[in-house]
């Protein structure tokens, strides 16, 4: 995957110097090991900033769809999927947008990385599948496929679902027999220990908001949680608050969520906050036979009628 | 100011002992992090963290904190009439604050309790609380506490600086109340002055020498203000930011808080919340109209607040201290040492 930089980077002048596009937004390299930051190229030189590498692991959609004019977006399988949810959504018209289409071999898990080391990491770098990391003691190396976020591990969709180009050659997709094997899990718990599981789940939670400003599909111009007048939610650290925080905006990801994983990268607190989302996605599967972000011209389940819903009360 | 030392195998027992005279807050591990708690019960700090993934402050300053009550039951004399909530300023002690972590509280101090206002809930917590610092031997690749008047050993705002010698502690005794809790603990074994302080001393330049970053803020104060508000790489600067509040949260110098009132039944409260000055709610007028309205001017607030109008106003160096939390936790690795140095050389084209 490191090796399609070479190709992202000569597609990005390209486009920029035929004035295709006015930016192209990708991610360039931290100033830390294991870090990445999104960035807007504007002219041909610039484009060596760009980098692609298993630390890619926000989502870019957002980005894109607050840009004037039209830009190039360096787009993973969940990335593309929430630029087509913009599209249907209206965030974002497909003429105003240029997919340069990454297909994906999974974002690593950072914080299991970090569990490795009882000092900081200093170093990391990557060659295929090796991982190479390095802290002020000692070494190791890891294959990647044992260090990617959970969300990737589950991903079926590891190649772009709409793009103008490709950086590189697609991969081969993986079926599961079991989709969500975290949620059958949560599922499995008898009702006590699923409310704890919850409750566990949001007990470090600083209300930074991290998860949602991250979340491609939290783009409304004010979220529930900041509406001033009348408030909707309370502000301090009470649980029932931070946690109808949490849970509203699962239900207000319902049947759109990709699962791309931004809002466990983001959190600073460690909350797998796809916990929530996920049980959802699992629903708009099974009772609708839908995934979020496969075709621009679908409109999302909670937001069409069909004869065939599964729920008796709306026929 | 004394040396005392204190064998680990005697640290839990006087620990507990404290516990009859103070409440205790220290580093707990809490999955992969550590977290500053009470330590509730029997739990003992754990003292060989690397670091807290959020400061102390928040013992002085909880994230959400009751400041007044009042009945609203109108049979209740004054009801309607906001008293005091009766909060616990008894004697607290917090266990192993990393020295960068006690020099913020020295820089929120100066905001908290000042000539014209006190800040009653702060300056009570602050008066009951003794710092009981354990300097950094490790310090870790984010750490540039040597460059903004910190480091591994300072002791500014310390009552009492603990160095780790493997099989025991040297506790370098600061201030009276370092004295009274090393008092109630039982630790009374003094030790030479004179080989203590050199000990203390070789420490601090073997873990300075580990700091290999090095922030440049010599320029700030000189700079005009208008001219660094109005550079012009604010925009490149906020690009990335998604405006959630993991830096101002996660830093032990951040101290802005909003005011919410609540009721339950009869019995309402006011109590004040950590905010933050990336949330376009936290400058919104009641008008609907917002003087940081966009992104970037969200993003320049932080970073002149921090490094340029705290500068100017108090003359005691810039509004960090160098833990490199921030650096850590943003989402997108927003560098605030890259952004101290971007002001630091900002020159004026005109």
């Not at chain 1, 591990?153 to 190649?159: A, D, F, G, I, P």
């Not at chain 2, 290999?212 to 600067?237: I, P, Q, Y």
């Amino acid at each position: 995957m490191d090796t399609c930089i070479k190709k992202i980077r000569e597609l990005s002048a390209e486009l920029l110097e035929k004035g295709e596009v006015q930016k192209v937004i990708g991610f360039a390299q931290g100033t830390i090991p294991m870090a990445t930051s999104p960035i807007a190229i504007e002219s041909k030189q610039d484009t060596e900033k760009l980098v692609f590498n298993s630390t890619c692991g926000l989502n870019l959609a957002n980005y894109a769809s607050k840009q004037k004019g039209k830009v190039a977006i360096i787009a993973k399988g969940c990335d593309s999927r929430n630029i087509v949810t913009h599209i249907v959504e209206n965030q974002i018209q497909r003429d105003q947008i240029y997919i340069i289409g990454v297909p994906c071999t999974g974002m690593v898990d950072k914080s299991k990385i970090a569990t490795l080391f009882e000092d900081e990491i200093t170093g990391f770098t990557e060659d295929g599948n090796t991982l190479r990391v390095t802290s002020s003691s000692r070494e190791e190396i890891l294959k990647k496929q044992d260090y990617l976020r959970e969300n990737c591990l589950y991903c079926t969709h590891k190649n772009p679902i709409l793009y103008d180009v490709l950086a590189t050659e697609l991969v081969e997709e993986q079926m599961l027999e079991k989709p969500f094997p975290d949620v059958d899990r949560i599922e499995a718990l008898d009702t006590d220990a699923k409310w704890q599981h919850f409750e566990n789940l949001t007990k470090n939670c600083i209300r930074c908001y991290a998860c949602r400003n991250a979340c491609p599909l939290c783009y409304c111009p004010t979220c529930f949680v900041d509406e001033a007048g009348p408030q909707w939610v309370g502000k301090g650290q009470n649980k029932t608050d931070v946690n109808t925080f949490h849970y509203l905006r699962a239900f207000h990801c319902a049947g759109r969520c990709t699962d791309c994983g931004a809002c466990v990268e983001a959190c600073p607190m460690g909350i797998n906050v796809r916990d929530f989302t996920r049980k959802l996605n699992k629903d708009a599967l099974e009772l609708f036979g839908w995934e979020a972000g496969l075709d621009i011209t679908k409109r999302p389940p909670l937001d069409a009628y069909s004869p065939e819903d599964p729920d008796d009360f709306i026929k | 100011m004394k040396f005392i030392t204190i064998d680990k195998k005697n640290w839990t027992k006087g620990i507990d002992k404290s516990r009859g005279t103070y409440r205790l807050f220290g580093p707990v591990k809490d999955k992969n992090w550590c977290m500053i708690k009470e330590l509730d019960g029997d739990i003992l700090p754990d003292m060989e963290y690397n670091e807290s993934v959020m400061s102390a402050k928040s013992v002085l300053f909880p994230q959400s904190e009751t400041i007044l009550n009042t009945s609203l039951n109108e049979s209740v004399e004054d009801h309607h009439i906001m008293k005091r909530a009766k909060n616990d300023y008894t004697a607290r002690a917090v266990l192993g604050i990393r020295p960068y972590d006690a020099k913020a509280i020295q820089l929120v101090k100066m905001n908290f309790d000042t000539k014209e206002y006190k800040d009653p809930y702060w300056c009570d917590a602050y008066e009951a609380t003794t710092f009981v610092g354990m300097a950094i031997t490790k310090p870790g690749p984010f750490d540039f506490s040597t460059s903004v008047d910190s480091g591994p050993f300072c002791e500014e705002g310390l009552d009492i600086l603990l160095a780790d010698l493997d099989d025991s502690f040297i506790a370098k005794i600061l201030t009276p109340k370092g004295e009274s809790f090393a008092a109630a603990c039982g630790f009374d074994s003094t030790i030479d002055d004179k080989e203590s302080q050199a000990l203390f001393d070789i420490l601090r330049k073997e873990a300075e020498k580990n700091i290999n970053c090095r922030v440049e803020t010599d320029k700030l104060k000189e700079k005009n203000l208008l001219d660094l508000h109005g550079a012009s790489f604010w925009d490149d600067l906020a690009f990335s930011c998604i405006n959630c509040g993991t830096c101002t949260y996660v830093c032990p110098t951040c101290w802005c808080f909003d005011i919410q009132d609540e009721a339950k039944l009869k019995e309402s409260s006011r109590f004040r919340n950590w905010d933050t000055c990336m949330s376009p709610l936290f400058t919104r007028h009641a008008t609907g109209h917002n003087p940081r309205g966009v992104k970037v001017q969200r993003v320049r607030q932080r970073f002149m607040h921090k490094l340029k109008y705290f500068l100017d106003k108090y003359d005691q160096g810039i509004m960090c201290v160098g833990c490199g939390r921030c650096v850590k936790s943003c989402p997108v690795n927003i560098d605030i040492r890259e952004v101290c140095h971007t002001m630091n050389t900002y020159e004026k084209k005109d």
